[in-house]
């Protein structure tokens, strides 16, 4: 076998966090290639297609740090974050390090000689590789890109319309005029219910479970706008930027501290937007306070705009099966549908669904304890990027890029081949998510763990974190070794 490729950081994944990492990797001088199963860039915004496809965050911090969002919308249409992306690849260089087809199956570190040998499947020819890092960096998001998540619905094999998964968006689908039911209220259901109703199909319904808490904000900033106008490009950009950090985590702490008060206001807001034959607490009010799930941002109130418009309505129900011509409800209810669209969720996978092994001893991740949500107990020279469920992506994702930079140059100028987390054993464990997404508490077992206490456990505020990462890298539970 011929000598494996050798740079000095692998990073796994060309989407958002994959195009983060690759440019503070490369900033700090170090050799690398992104790893990347599709064949294009993009992550998340080159694999969604559905009608309507937009960021749930806004797109002043989903954004990069170091290319700023220069738009008026806040909320931006997916075609649009996927044009951003490829720009701040091709920008920097950044595009002519990605592998594209190379999916990563295993990665083992070797002690001795401080670097990793990474096994890659060829999504397009099927044949396998190994390449070789010092540093391995996964920047893959958190969930399965081939396969969606379904609940195990009674009947419908009888069901006689097409099924669809938002994540598998044919690009065929008629849906002109058709009697469409989309199950769920998450995000993907509230985008694609208006855009469905405003681009042809017959009628939308909207099946929930159990309603969602969901916000309405402007379409265009104006504020921003009026910024950007009066104001030098660099000087706007940093106060729009902070305008919309601060508000965000502002709201998040006043959810989280006064949940009653939270709730009412969100009721507020909510009801003067429905139509008079819409029950707020049937289909609106969750068994639950803000932010214990994600709030859905809704641009310009499209989806409450449908329901006064009466091209969407929406039913608060449990399903008892699938029938030949649609679902029959649990109250006895049937709704007939030509199309069926399960907005149910992802299936959540780490690491692009690589193994890791140190030594050749595979390490279950669940085993592991995560240092500062980043590295992981008993890996060395390992980082990986999990943003934020209470605010953008990126915040998070900044952050954790800066931080490896700093590793890096710190170990070169010590040093040291290998840096690891050891974990302190009475640091007591708890979830590493506090967050009640079902596709979180699905898969949580599988996760790493957090501990009760700093550095070990994770904080939901950036601005709290930013105090923390841009710190010296040096403390006593990281063990450098030359």
Known sequence: MSTPDHVDVLIIGAGLSGIDAAYHVGRSGKSYAVLEMRDSLGGTWDLFRYPGIRSDSDMHTLGFSWKPWKGTKAIVDGPDILGYLKDAAAENGIDEHIRYHHKVLNADFSTDDARWTVTVERTDTGETAQLTSSFLFAASGYYRYDEGFTPAFPGIEDYEGQVVHPQHWPEDLDYEGKRIVVIGSGATAVTLIPALANSGAGHVTMLQRTPTYIISQPTNDKVSAQMYRLLPDAVAQRLVRTRYLT?????????????????????????????????????????????????????????????????????????DRFTPKGILLESGETLEADIVITATGLNLQIFGGASLAVDGEVVEPSSTMAYKGLMLSGIPNFAFIIGYTNASWTLKADLVCEYVAKLLTHMDKVGARTVVPRRDPSVAEEPFLDFEAGYVMRSINALPKQGATFPWRLKMNYFKDVLVFRKPVVDETLEFSA
């Open 247 to 319: 508000s965000r985590i502002a709201f998040y702490e006043f959810c989280q501290a006064r949940p009653k008060e939270s709730r009412a206001l969100l009721r507020k807001l909510l009801e003067r937007q429905l139509p008079k034959d819409v029950d707020f607490d049937q289909h609106f009010k969750p068994p639950y306070d803000p932010w214990d799930q994600r709030l859905c941002a809704v641009p310009g109130g499209d989806l409450f705009k449908a329901l006064r418009q009466h091209t969407v309505d929406i039913v608060t129900d449990r399903i």
